[in-house]
């Protein structure tokens, strides 16, 4: 521990936010199974602490394990349906694994608890366009245009796709 941190030790004494700051300095340096050990120490006191659960998930994404960082999110999410941010990353895992499916479906499952965020609409839209055949090109200009409806000032990706 270096000096800095057992000041704040000293200071605050321990508390699961300086535990996880350890945590992310541990990634920071690249000492990612270290990081794995605080983070589970942390889920052993609190196995609800979402924050520890999902920077486990960034370090298994990070070390390169993609297949357990699908499967820990898959988990995650089977606790916290409703995080919205956490389907996108298993979107974002299922996209780079070539699943468009699952990729679909997550967004999806995104747009049930934020159905006014044109974002969502046109990652949608950009996952029904990489399948490429036609039903998904129409499907996807549907998405392309809701995401134009809801933000038409800064959008041209949608504008581009709409096409």
């Given at each position: 521990m270096d000096w800095a941190t057992r000041k704040i030790f000293s200071t605050f004494g321990s508390s699961w936010r300086l535990n996880r700051l350890i945590g992310m300095k541990r990634e920071a340096i690249g000492d990612?199974?270290?990081?794995?050990?605080?983070?589970?120490?942390?889920?052993?006191?609190?196995?609800?602490?979402?924050?520890?659960?999902?920077?486990?998930v960034t370090v298994l994404r990070t070390s390169g394990k993609?297949?357990?960082a699908t499967a820990h999110l898959c988990w995650y999410l089977k606790i916290y349906l409703s995080?919205?941010?956490?389907?996108?990353e298993l979107a974002d895992l299922y996209i780079s694994a070539g699943s468009y499916p699952q990729a679909i479906y997550c967004y999806n499952?995104?747009?049930?608890?934020?159905?006014?965020?044109?974002?969502?609409?046109?990652?949608?839209?950009?996952?029904?366009?990489?399948?490429?055949?036609?039903?998904?090109?129409?499907?996807?200009?549907?998405?392309?245009?809701?995401?134009?409806?809801?933000?038409?000032?800064?959008n041209v990706r949608a504008m581009y796709g709409e096409r």
């Amino acid at each position: 521990m270096d000096w800095a941190t057992r000041k704040i030790f000293s200071t605050f004494g321990s508390s699961w936010r300086l535990n996880r700051l350890i945590g992310m300095k541990r990634e920071a340096i690249g000492d990612n199974e270290e990081s794995m050990v605080v983070y589970e120490n942390m889920l052993e006191k609190d196995p609800n602490n979402r924050a520890a659960l999902k920077r486990q998930v960034t370090v298994l994404r990070t070390s390169g394990k993609l297949s357990e960082a699908t499967a820990h999110l898959c988990w995650y999410l089977k606790i916290y349906l409703s995080d919205v941010d956490a389907w996108c990353e298993l979107a974002d895992l299922y996209i780079s694994a070539g699943s468009y499916p699952q990729a679909i479906y997550c967004y999806n499952e995104a747009l049930l608890y934020e159905k006014s965020n044109w974002a969502l609409y046109l990652r949608l839209g950009d996952v029904y366009y990489t399948l490429s055949d036609e039903n998904s090109m129409l499907t996807a200009r549907h998405y392309y245009s809701k995401s134009l409806t809801l933000n038409s000032k800064h959008n041209v990706r949608a504008m581009y796709g709409e096409r």
